[in-house]
């Protein structure tokens, strides 16, 4: 029997905080949304609560109300992030609350704005927010992210049909990466993180030192921090629940070392950043750090990212997805780094997670930035992988073992 779309909806929310979230009875939810998306944010918020959540505080969000900034803001406006926030977002995740972001991006928000500009707004956001990045990055509490259409996005999507059409094509689009078109969602999604975790165990047997990407455009070594860790499927966070950060997600990750990041690499996909569209990155590495940077298309927010600070010319993660998984399967460019990402390897720019680290929380930080951890404000996934780029790990002995090739893993676990 097909299910209408108002039961997949409500699956969506329920796969959200039953299984994304996982909340727990007594547990706050702090939840930020695009105002334009009450209607799920509703049912999101009476899933919690039926979930025993005590406490379930929305955070309505409007990109186009925050463009303003930018084109009626004075210099004093744009550079001003304000901290009382995000201290109070970081005070409810000390406290014991989740985190729930529900996003709707339109990549091209922000195209006709001075990059310079929002560069100096997202420099002052990432100052103001630091603890907040802290806590997620070191997996404090349990948290997620999801995502819903808006019509730009979807006509970019699907470009030629209406935003109606679009919209619905791009629902469905959603529905398929996360699994919410299954008979039974949530034990789809189960079934789907466990068998991450078994790709994750994997990895961590194999102990790599490096991972290896070759293809067009690219040569690149990451060489990893000597404490590393995959991570990937379920993540258990530092209060004890274990749930799915990121729906969908088809990465395993880790940590590469700060300085051992060696050679040439070009993106696979256009990365939506910051209200703008960068494509056909090319960039290179030497000892860890971009020496040389261009791209055909927002080469100045590209710059601009990387000028953030002395961190954000370095990598703060490395993650392995399959060219054949249930995103990419869908033949779909998002445009969109929540989906992006999981249908491609991917590196990271900034800042590192701390549970890639083994010890991470023992170490100053100081200690850590010499183990290889990388510290920064940003922290900015962009596309390296498809199936012409061949995936190597390189063992302890030094031998170069086969990863991917084409569509999938090598070898099956």
Not at 91 to 101: C, D, F, P, Q, S
Not at 363 to 378: F, Q, T, V
Request: a negative charge; glycine letters at 8%; one cysteine or more.
């Amino acid at each position: 029997m097909q299910r209408s779309f108002a039961d997949k909806l409500q699956d969506y929310a329920a796969l959200t905080i039953r299984l994304g979230i996982n909340i727990q009875p007594g547990q706050e939810l702090f939840l930020t949304a695009p105002v334009a998306d009450v209607e799920f944010v509703r049912l999101l918020v009476a899933e919690a609560y039926q979930a025993g959540a005590k406490n379930v505080q929305v955070n309505f969000v409007d990109d186009i109300a925050a463009k303003s900034r930018f084109i009626y803001g004075s210099d004093e406006a744009v550079a001003y992030a304000p901290k009382w926030f995000y201290d109070g977002v970081a005070n409810a995740m000390e406290a014991g609350a989740a985190r729930l972001g529900v996003i709707s991006e339109d990549p091209g928000l922000l195209s006709d704005i001075d990059p310079t500009k929002v560069s100096t707004w997202y420099g002052a956001a990432g100052v103001a927010a630091k603890r907040v990045g802290e806590l997620v990055g070191s997996a404090a509490i349990n948290w997620s992210l999801v995502a819903v259409p808006n019509p730009r996005w979807a006509r970019l999507v699907f470009p030629g049909d209406s935003d109606e059409t679009a919209v619905a094509k791009l629902w469905e689009a959603i529905f398929t990466c996360c699994r919410v078109d299954q008979p039974d969602p949530l034990q789809a999604w189960r079934d789907h993180c466990d068998n991450l975790a078994l790709r994750r165990d994997y990895l961590n047997q194999l102990n790599l030192t490096a991972v290896c990407f070759r293809g067009p455009g690219t040569d690149l070594e990451v060489g990893l921090v000597d404490q590393r860790i995959w991570i990937g499927g379920w993540g258990t966070a530092k209060n004890g629940v274990t749930n799915a950060p990121n729906i969908p997600t088809e990465e395993i990750f880790s940590m590469p070392h700060r300085d051992r990041v060696q050679g040439t690499v070009s993106s696979t996909l256009p990365l939506s950043l910051r209200g703008q569209v960068v494509d056909k990155i090319q960039v290179e590495f030497k000892d860890g750090v971009v020496v040389r940077a261009s791209a055909g298309e927002g080469e100045k927010t590209l710059i601009g990212l990387l000028d953030t600070d002395e961190g954000s010319r370095r990598l703060g993660e490395v993650a392995l997805v399959p060219p054949g998984c249930a995103v990419a399967r869908t033949g779909l460019l998002f445009t969109n780094t929540l989906y992006d990402e999981n249908a491609a390897c991917h590196i990271a720019l900034g800042s590192s997670f701390a549970e890639n680290m083994m010890g991470y929380d023992d170490l100053s930080a100081d200690e850590r930035l010499a183990a290889g951890s990388n510290d920064s404000r940003i922290h900015v996934d962009w596309m390296i992988g498809s199936r012409e780029v061949e995936v190597d790990g390189i063992l302890p002995s030094g031998e170069r073992k086969p990863l991917m090739r084409g569509l999938d893993w090598v070898e099956a676990v």
